[in-house]
């Protein structure tokens, strides 16, 4: 079992920036693959970026390449989410999940067996 918090949300202006984080506790951190999804008001949820710890490797949504990184930390059991530039079309609920390691399609939020309870990010125009 894991267990994910998420924190760092809140109001920033277009092209500010904010760090969410997400602290996770329970099965061993390096067991999992993390990634970040987001869910705007009356829209499905979306693939933001992830993280595979065997490889180190990084994915990113196209719409956030070049804006936002993920990164971890393994000492402190946290994964990040540093987003700048932010626009208005990145409000959401933003949310971290954990996958096995193994997952093929590491976008797809429904391979994904932890979820965080989210965090909200709002930017304004």
């Known amino acids: 079992q894991v267990q994910l918090v998420e924190s760092g949300g809140g109001l920033v202006q277009a092209g500010g920036s904010l760090r969410l984080s997400c602290a996770a506790s329970g099965r061993t951190f390096s067991s999992y693959a993390m990634g970040w999804f987001r869910q705007a008001p009356g829209k499905e949820r979306t693939f933001v970026a992830a993280h595979r710890w065997s490889s180190g490797r990084t994915y990113y949504a196209d719409s956030v390449k070049g804006r936002f990184t993920i990164s971890r930390d393994a000492a402190k059991n946290t994964v990040y989410l540093q987003m700048d530039s932010l626009k208005p079309n990145d409000t959401a609920v933003y949310y971290c999940?954990?996958?096995?390691?193994?997952?093929?399609?590491?976008?797809?939020?429904?391979?994904?067996?932890?979820w965080g309870q989210g965090t909200q990010v709002t930017v304004s125009s």
């Open positions: 999940a954990a996958a096995p390691q193994t997952i093929v399609g590491i976008s797809r939020g429904q391979l994904y067996h932890y």
